[in-house]
């Protein structure tokens, strides 16, 4: 069956760039929405952004200006360009989508396993 497998994170410092992608692995599968949420430590998980099927894009207020997120449906692919990363964006990162699957379009919803960001000098 379908799944989300998130990739990109990793160490950076203070003021640089990450991309993060999230691929839908399976067949059959067309997303409708993607978001991009995050959780650190000892914190509730919190939308970061969010691509509707028509492409319009909705940002927490933290990351405004600084992430970018995009979408390739023709691959079944979601990113979040990251630029002037802080220490306040250290997190697990996680990606979700809606879509439907199969001749049927059967409505489904999808969770990654996260890919953790640190931003430290």
């Known amino acids: 069956q379908e799944s989300l497998v998130e990739s990109g994170g990793g160490l950076v410092q203070p003021g640089g760039s990450l991309t993060l992608s999230c691929a839908v692995r399976?067949?059959?599968?067309?997303?409708?929405?993607a978001d991009w949420y995050r959780q650190a430590r000892d914190n509730e998980r919190e939308l970061v952004a969010e691509i509707s099927t028509y492409g319009e894009t909705t940002y927490a207020d933290s990351v405004k200006g600084r992430f970018t997120i995009s979408r390739n449906d023709a691959r079944n692919l979601v990113y979040l360009q990251m630029n002037d990363l802080k220490p306040e964006d250290t997190a697990r990162y996680y990606c979700h989508v809606s879509g439907a699957r199969g001749r049927l379009a059967m409505l489904l919803e999808l969770w990654g396993q996260g890919t953790q960001v640190t931003v430290s000098s």
């Open positions: 399976g067949s059959t599968f067309s997303i409708y929405n």
